[in-house]
């Protein structure tokens, strides 16, 4: 068995193989739905930024030149 605690409404979700999981970490397509609402409605956010990695050269230098 493979359980589980759903994010959203914060029950315990048992299947017995993961394919029986389409939804998961979410219980069911109506938590998962609650989720995407609260992303939509910014009621989640990213609150620092992104670290700028060294190795990804910047295009708008390259144009500038």
Known sequence: MIQFTCPTCHRDHQVEQLEQATNRPF????CRDIDLGRWLNEEYVISDPLPE?????????????
């Open 27 to 30: 219980c069911c397509q109506r």
């Open 53 to 65: 990695s060294p190795d990804v050269p910047d295009p708008d230098a390259e144009s500038a030149s």
